[in-house]
């Protein structure tokens, strides 16, 4: 079974950087595609990124094009969100999920999960 869990969460200051990294403790080689949702207090989940499995093709949320990006070391079993020119707005915990099939960004489809790490973007 897939088992997800987020890491590297953190406080930083705005223009900062931070890189989160979600492990997959299920099996090595993991077939799945994953993403990055994140949840503000007050509000919806929302997508930020996805990537795919073999070819490594990402989709970013058009609030953290140019400043945020996927990746995923698949030998590792992990995936990675490389955070800069971190903004207040950016502030939410931040989950990692995982799903079969192709790439989607509702986070309905997605059927495995990690608790999520807390991202705070303050002076």
């Known amino acids: 079974q897939v088992q997800l869990a987020e890491s590297g969460g953190g406080l930083v200051q705005p223009g900062g950087s931070l890189r989160l990294a979600c492990a997959d403790s299920?099996?090595?080689?993991?077939?799945?595609?994953m993403a990055w949702f994140r949840q503000a207090p007050g509000k919806e989940r929302e997508f930020v990124a996805a990537?795919?499995?073999?070819?490594?093709?990402?989709k970013h949320a058009d609030s953290v094009k140019g400043r945020f990006i996927i990746s995923r070391d698949n030998a590792k079993n992990t995936m990675y969100l490389q955070m800069n020119s971190l903004k207040p707005e950016d502030t939410a915990v931040y989950y990692c999920a995982a799903k079969d099939g192709t790439m989607q960004t509702l986070s309905s489809q997605y059927n495995y999960w990690g608790q999520g790490t807390q991202v705070t973007v303050s002076s």
């Open positions: 299920g099996g090595t080689f993991t077939r799945y595609i």
């Open positions: 990537i795919t499995w073999r070819f490594r093709t990402t």
